[in-house]
Structure formats: structure tokens, C-alpha cells
């Protein structure tokens, strides 16, 4: 099987950073795609960030400026550097890792970000 730890959520002040970092294990290679996504109460999960094995990144708007995924292949481990941080951003931040034919999630961490 395949699973996700993710670390680094919390709660912060407005224009506060916090960095999230997700680690994933099992049978998997260091060259699967891996992202963040994120679901707000009476909202569906949206995109926040995804990186390629290659390296390239994909913010969705509201994050760019200000959110930076990175990955450390050796490790199997994504991470998402959030700066600026805006009541807005307050969700549940789940990582995941696409695998050819099937997706996998981890199990969500909080980030809550006060005004």
C-alpha cells in the first residue's frame, strides 16, 4: 500500500508562514507527480499546488505570490511553503501522489489562519 504523513498545519496569524510537508511510503518512485489541494467548510477540494517528477509547478491563482511547492525525490516527500497567509486560506490542506492508475491521499491537516 501506499500512504501519506503530512506535518506542518496549524494555526497562524494573518501574514503569518507555515510549511507544510507530506512524506510519502510504499510502493511508489520518486517520479510521481505529487500535489496539495485543499477543501474549505461547504466547499469542493480545489488545486492548490502540483509538481512533476521533472520539477514543474502549477499554482492555482489564489496561491501564487505566495505559496511555493517543492519536492525532495529521494524522499518521497513534497512540501508547501505558505507566506502571506490570508483568513481565506483556511482549509483542510490534503498531499497526494499520482500513481498510474490511481491517485492516493493523505489524511489532511488543518490550517487555519486568523484575522
Known amino acids: 500500500q501506499v500512504q501519506l504523513v503530512e506535518s506542518g498545519g496549524g494555526l497562524v496569524q494573518a501574514g503569518g508562514s507555515l510549511r507544510l510537508s507530506c512524506s510519502a511510503s510504499?510502493?511508489?518512485?520518486?517520479?510521481?507527480?505529487m500535489g496539495w489541494y485543499r477543501q474549505a467548510p461547504g466547499k469542493q477540494r480545489e488545486l492548490v499546488a502540483r509538481i512533476s517528477s521533472g520539477g514543474r509547478t502549477n499554482n492555482a491563482d489564489s496561491a501564487k505570490g505566495r505559496f511555493a511547492i517543492s519536492r525532495d525525490n529521494a524522499k518521497n516527500t513534497v512540501y508547501l511553503q505558505m507566506n502571506s497567509l490570508k483568513p481565506e486560506d483556511t482549509a483542510v490542506y490534503y498531499c497526494n501522489i499520482e500513481l498510474v492508475g490511481r491517485t492516493y491521499w493523505g489524511q489532511g491537516t488543518q490550517v487555519t489562519v486568523s484575522s
Open positions: 510504499g510502493s511508489i518512485f520518486s517520479t510521481n507527480p
